[in-house]
């Protein structure tokens, strides 16, 4: 049997709504909507659009259930760690975006309390400014916190516009920083000792389970009619938890076919690790700044933010803005692999990469506070980017052996990234290892998979969706080049 459901994906640049068919040996995307992600600056900062996703979701799915009646499910993913504020059902503003700079007062707050290594050793994540937990203690410490009476990540927030309940899903929940790493439940000590109210964090859900049926009146939008639930109004289409942080959908769509491989989920961020059957949150872990965040089926993705596209992205930009033109990528990607001569590899992960602005200027800070030669011309420094990120790439990957015992002898890169030939190259080069690149829409994958599995159109493991994967959407190898 081939059924359908419909995954909303929403990325950091661009948001998608798919139709997945899936059956015994079958795994089919159609994409139906795909729609920009345009952050706002406010006067108080950095905010996600997220009226304007949610319309662009309804939109979405009001497409998905025209084209395919029988859809069978709704599945919810995005971005990690930001979130708005509710009181009953009302949203108190706009959700702030994680590169905004509100969170530095919120570190110092959190770690007058409770010093990093006491958090790694309850929550097992890597250090990131962002994480949820800075963000609530600025909010706390701006009064914001008083008024509200839940908080939603933002898959489980448009989970809730459209089925009115309230959930955390589990695997994006560990990304607040308040799940306990060895229990994955919600770590009441550490809210507490954080002075943050209890009733924001709402009962977690585990991939599979299913959140709701869709309000009356969002079927109505959808043109599904306005009854409630299923009977004369039509079928039932209920909203499932799958894996809603992005990172996790993309990890379950990895086309491995054995279990000794490293994953580069590789979008605006380079997610770059292995995968766990239990946390590793031992002091060398800590100090290399590694996390351990809850996958579907109970794995753990231990695993390190690399910068990613973003340095890129934000480069051609920067570019396009001082030259008022629109530049071409694929050109410039072969300009930067035509260069001949060895460039400069910088930090990729260096914070001072993380704020929106001008990139190529930070990069030439970069290589200029250190005394080195900086790359010049535009050909040198997306080259310098390529080359840094799969450094960065390499020394993750070995880090990652070494501190889990994990065995890698391939390394699967999935997402957008996965597109990018010289980077995939590169990185083959530099960590030694075959590269296997694809699918690009790993994410949108997962979360099909996820749902296909909870309404039985497949079943099995994560290794047996990884081995539909890798049927019906085989990944491009690149195989390392001698050394240069
Ligand atoms: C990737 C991602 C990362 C998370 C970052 C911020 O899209 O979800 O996993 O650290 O975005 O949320």
């Known amino acids: 049997m ?4 419909a995954a909303v994906d929403l990325g950091a640049t661009s948001g998608r709504v798919m139709l997945g068919y899936v ?3 079958e795994m089919r995307l159609v994409p139906v909507a ?6 706002v600056r406010t006067v108080d900062g950095l905010h996600w659009n997220i009226l304007e996703l949610y319309r662009s979701v309804i939109a979405g799915l009001t497409s998905a259930v025209r084209e395919e009646p029988g859809v069978s499910s709704i599945g919810i993913d995005s971005w990690a760690v930001d979130y708005a504020l509710l009181r009953g059902d009302r949203m108190l503003g706009a959700p702030f975006h994680y590169r905004d700079d509100r969170t530095a007062r919120g570190v110092e707050l959190v770690h007058e309390v409770a ?3 006491e958090l790694y050793r309850a929550n097992g994540l890597q250090f990131l400014p962002f994480n949820t937990l800075y963000q609530l203690a600025a909010d706390r410490d701006g009064g914001w916190l008083d008024a509200a009476d839940t908080a939603l ?11 009115g309940e309230r959930r955390a899903e589990a695997t994006n929940a560990s990304t607040t920083g308040l799940v306990d790493v060895a229990t994955g439940e919600w770590n009441e000590g550490l809210i507490a000792r954080l002075g943050l109210p209890r009733r924001l964090f709402p009962p977690l859900v585990r991939p599979g389970a299913v959140v709701g049926e869709l309000l009356p009146s969002v079927r109505a939008e959808l043109g599904l009619g306005s009854g409630a639930g299923a009977g004369a109004a039509g079928p039932s289409l209920p909203v499932i938890a799958i894996g809603s942080h992005d990172t996790a959908s993309a990890v379950v769509a990895v086309p491995a076919t054995a279990p000794d491989f490293a994953y ?4 605006t961020w380079s997610l770059v690790g292995v995968e766990l059957e239990h946390p590793v949150v031992t002091d060398a872990s800590r100090e290399a700044n590694f996390t351990n965040e809850g996958g579907v089926d109970g794995r753990v993705r231990f695993l390190q933010n690399v910068s990613g596209l973003w340095l890129l992205s934000e480069s051609v930009r920067t570019w396009e803005r001082e030259g008022g033109e629109s530049l071409d990528l694929p050109t410039l990607l072969s300009q930067a692999a035509a260069v001949a001569h060895p460039v400069g590899v910088f930090a990729a992960g260096d914070p001072v990469f993380i704020a929106p602005g001008d990139m190529p200027g930070r990069i030439a800070g970069w ?10 011309g535009r050909a040198e420094v997306v080259r310098s980017i390529l080359e840094s990120l799969a450094e960065a790439y390499a020394v993750s990957i070995r880090t990652a052996v070494e501190l889990s015992g994990a065995a890698v002898s391939v390394v699967h890169v999935v997402g957008g990234g996965s597109q990018n030939e ?3 190259q590169l990185t083959a080069d530099r960590t030694g290892l075959p590269v296997l690149a694809g699918p690009v829409e790993a994410t949108a994958i997962g979360n099909v998979l996820v749902q296909a599995r909870a309404r039985g159109l497949v079943s099995g493991s994560l290794e047996a969706l990884r081995a539909l994967v890798a049927r019906t959407h085989p990944p491009r190898r690149y195989l390392p080049r001698p050394a240069r």
């Open 115 to 117: 010093p990093f290594e």
């Open 2 to 5: 081939t059924a359908a459901v």
């Open 264 to 267: 580069i989920s590789s979008g």
């Open 153 to 163: 990540l933002v898959p489980d927030l448009l989970a809730f516009q459209l089925t």
């Open 367 to 376: 290589f200029g506070s250190r005394g080195l030669r900086a790359p010049s």
């Open 34 to 39: 795909r729609f920009p992600n345009q952050p």
């Open 23 to 25: 059956g015994h040996d």
């Open 422 to 424: 010289l980077l995939c």
